[in-house]
């Protein structure tokens, strides 16, 4: 009986090991779930792999870290000296898609805990971790700055934004950061381009299998077009398809809703034309079409919001 219990305790891969694996893309390193694709994994230890020949040695900085398993191949990563995990651990987050993704205990203290179970306590000595919003955090917490981040938090345009803009203030200015999910949040990563345009700062923004996004600031903005746009996907057929994807999905799954707001935008028109034509037949017209007009502005204003609000978080 404690032979067959011991077998079914699970072997910690040693460092070598995973070095190897990170090395040939295998995505078996991934020993903690991860909610990506197998093409994403693949396109995560790609660009660990640039990071180690391009840095060789590196901070990781990660904002949305649920139960850990993007984190993994980094704490066991010699080459990552030190990880940083930033959530404020919601139950719940929205995204562009105007529903709710459901996060269950949701806390660092289980992420640790089934980190624990497959990493070393010198791999876990790495880890530092903050419960709160990245802009929340101060810049001299993470010292040394990062040069290597991850951004995976809340899927919404607003927020992401708001992750790259505290992102900044943590990494040195020669820096990679990453996006997962970046159909949904494609134009957080188009204005954080601007914004970077901006600020002048030299960059590279390339698209992996299946939606990452991998940006590189500086020195390393070359590297990452030289070594992963061979890899990666064409830009603006990725934005495109994006785009319509994610408003097909909407249409789909809240056509109800929005069949409602419709119906309910036409009865609106429908009264206000016949209002119209009840003072034209009075003769007020004159006198009553800068009242009405602010009616109808108010109205309309009225739905739009109300769609703004359901449908464009």
Same mark, same amino acid.
């Given at each position: ?6 077998? /079914? ?8 090991? =995973? ?30 792999? $640039? ?41 719940? $987050?929205?995204?562009?898609?105007? /529903? ?42 993470? /010292? ?39 159909? $949904? ?7 954080? /381009? ?25 020195? $390393? ?53 016949? +209002?119209? +034509? ?8 004159? =006198? ?23 449908? =464009?978080?």
């Amino acid at each position: 009986m404690q032979d067959k219990l011991r077998a /079914e305790v699970p072997q910690m891969l040693t460092a070598d090991q =995973a070095v190897g694996m990170i090395g040939t893309l295998d995505i078996a390193v991934f020993q903690v779930q991860t909610q990506s694709t197998f093409n994403d994994r693949a396109s995560f230890l790609r660009v660990q792999t $640039l990071a180690r020949s391009a840095l060789g040695r590196y901070i990781y900085l990660e904002v949305g870290s649920h139960i850990g398993g993007s984190l993994f191949p980094h704490l066991i990563d010699p080459a990552c000296q030190g990880a940083v995990s930033v959530d404020p651990r919601p139950a719940a $987050l929205p995204d562009e898609r105007a /529903e709710f993704m459901r996060y269950p205990e949701n806390s660092t203290a289980r992420m640790i805990a089934v980190l624990s179970e497959r990493l070393p306590p010198s791999a876990m000595a790495k880890l530092t971790t903050f419960d709160s919003d990245v802009s929340a955090v101060p810049p001299g917490a993470v /010292e040394p700055k990062a040069t290597l981040a991850f951004i995976d938090g809340e899927h919404t345009n607003r927020a992401c934004f708001s992750d790259f803009a505290g992102v900044l203030q943590l990494t040195k200015p020669d820096c990679i950061i990453s996006f997962h999910d970046a159909n $949904l949040i494609a134009d957080a990563i188009i204005n954080a /381009e601007r914004f970077l345009d901006h600020l002048g700062v030299a960059h590279e923004t390339v698209f992996l299998p299946d939606t990452v996004a991998v940006m590189g600031l500086g020195r $390393l903005a070359s590297a990452v077009r030289d070594e992963l746009q061979p890899h990666g996907l064409d830009r603006v057929a990725f934005l495109e398809r994006s785009q319509r994807e994610l408003w097909s999905h909407i249409a789909k799954v809240h056509s109800r809703e929005i069949r409602t707001e419709v119906e309910r935008l036409r009865s609106d028109n429908a009264r206000l034309a016949e +209002e119209i +034509e009840r003072t034209r037949k009075a003769g007020r017209l004159d =006198a009553r079409m800068s009242r009405m007009a602010r009616r109808a502005s108010a109205r309309i204003r009225k739905v739009v919001d109300r769609i703004k609000r359901r449908f =464009a978080r």
